[in-house]
């Protein structure tokens, strides 16, 4: 998992197991990120529609703007306003597109996960440094 900023830089990456869902994930993820500054808001998918999700960031003062499934059974808690935001995510999409262009990331040769991790990291570092320097 990784959170990015609205210009697709990256401040936190996250490598865990594929069998627990992106919602249970996404505090770890927080809680790895590389600023001290928590984001203000959280843009994802649809598959982030999660009444708890929703209530544990807000009482860290996060907003979660996801838009609602469609087989959503509760009443509705987004409306269209904070919706619009969603439309500018393929800016975080981005920061995948970045990564695949590192081969060892995009093919995962590593047997090991720390090992993975770093490179992951590494083409982090990468990104912010040809976007800040070059």
């Known amino acids: 998992m990784a959170i990015a900023d609205a210009n697709g830089m ?3 990456v996250l490598l865990a197991s594929a069998s627990p869902h992106e919602t249970r994930l996404v505090e770890a993820t927080l809680a790895a990120r590389f600023t001290k500054a928590k984001p203000v808001r959280l843009i994802g998918d649809r598959a982030y529609d999660s009444d708890p999700l929703d209530k544990a960031l807000a009482q860290q003062g996060i ?3 996801a838009p609602h ?3 959503r059974k ?4 987004q409306d269209g306003r904070k919706l619009r935001r969603y439309r ?6 981005r920061l995948f597109a970045w990564l695949g262009h590192f081969r060892r990331i995009a093919m995962r040769h590593e047997r090991y996960a720390e090992n ?3 490179f992951v990291l590494l083409g982090c570092l990468m990104i912010f440094l040809r976007t800040f320097f070059g």
């Open 10 to 12: 990256p401040l936190a």
């Open 63 to 65: 907003e979660m703007i």
């Open 69 to 71: 499934r469609r087989n």
């Open 74 to 77: 509760r009443k509705k808690t």
């Open 88 to 93: 500018r995510r393929w800016k975080v999409e």
């Open 116 to 118: 993975y991790l770093g």
